[in-house]
């Protein structure tokens, strides 16, 4: 696995897996919760460790017992979690605190890697103190890493205005329908590092294309894509039901894009 510095001086792996259809009816987002976690434990199986979940995805609780059931050690393990926006998570401080805690309980950990605010908080008061709580649990060390998803540029000045602790990630979507590069530059020109959602969105074209790129190096279209992003200090965090695609995808850090085919997958 390869790692990302983080602007807090940690390091978390530059892959991923996704985990929003995980334990669901159907393997659908809105799918009725049936327990199976089979496909998460195929992805621990085959190496993933950073596992991206969300209170919004209803499963924080399944991925806890398969990370638990899995016997590795909790320190082998990045976990990213995700608190929603809603007055129901952030009204106040004690609502904010008893939020994370119940991600922590959820989770069976002692600590999170990682908690990011799922979408921008609308009410300045609220981001404010959904923040300074946030800090908080850095501070007794129940997190590790504190960061965002879905924040504009200028939801990131708003919150550097009286951020303590600087925001270290912003999870957003980028894939070649919307590779999103202004704003990444934004990111990376402050030293907070963009995480891509959604990153296997793309159209036949793209994957005509990737796919002809792939050949040089007996790569698949897929695994273009997630090189293209990693190579440029992009965490991406794919999700899949079959393990083949797991497999696949962890396969996309074994081999290096050329400067040429970087920039033809930027045009796509
Ligand atoms: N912060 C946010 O607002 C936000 C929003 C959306 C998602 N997310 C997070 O980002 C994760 C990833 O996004 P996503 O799940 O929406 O979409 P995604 O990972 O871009 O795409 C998932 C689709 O790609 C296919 N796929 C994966 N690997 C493949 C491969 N090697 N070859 C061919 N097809 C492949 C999967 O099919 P198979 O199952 O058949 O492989 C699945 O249909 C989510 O699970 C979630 O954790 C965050």
Not at 125 to 142: Q, Y
Request: net charge negative.
């Amino acid at each position: 696995m390869e790692y990302v510095r983080l602007n807090n001086g940690l390091s978390m792996p530059c892959l991923g897996t996704g985990t929003n259809t995980y334990g669901k009816e159907n393997d659908e987002y809105n799918g009725e919760l049936n327990g199976d976690f089979s496909a998460l434990e195929s992805a621990i199986e085959m190496g993933y460790r950073l596992i991206d979940t969300a209170i919004s995805y209803r499963n924080e609780a399944g991925v806890g017992k398969t990370v638990k059931e899995s016997g590795i050690e909790r320190e082998a393990f990045y976990l990213t979690t995700k608190i929603p926006p809603q007055d129901e998570y952030v009204k106040d401080k004690e609502t904010v605190r008893k939020t994370l805690d119940q991600s922590l309980l959820n989770l069976q950990t002692d600590y999170i890697d990682l908690y990011l605010i799922h979408k921008p908080i609308e009410d300045e008061d609220k981001l404010k103190l959904t923040w300074e709580v946030l800090e908080e649990f850095v501070a007794k060390g129940k997190i590790r890493t504190i960061g965002v998803s879905n924040f504009s540029n200028e939801d990131l000045e708003k919150l550097g205005e009286f951020a303590t602790i600087k925001p270290a990630v912003n999870q957003i979507k980028s894939n070649p329908t919307e590779w999103n590069n202004e704003w990444i530059k934004f990111m990376l020109d402050r030293d907070i590092r963009p995480q891509a959602w959604g990153p296997m969105k793309t159209t036949d074209k793209h994957r005509e294309t990737l796919s002809e790129i792939g050949k040089g190096y007996g790569k698949t279209w897929a695994q273009v894509l997630l090189r293209y992003q990693t190579q440029r200090g992009i965490v991406v965090i794919p999700k899949s039901h079959d393990p083949e695609n797991q497999k696949a995808n962890l396969e996309s850090l074994d081999f290096l894009l050329s400067d040429e085919d970087m920039k033809r997958i930027t045009q796509l």
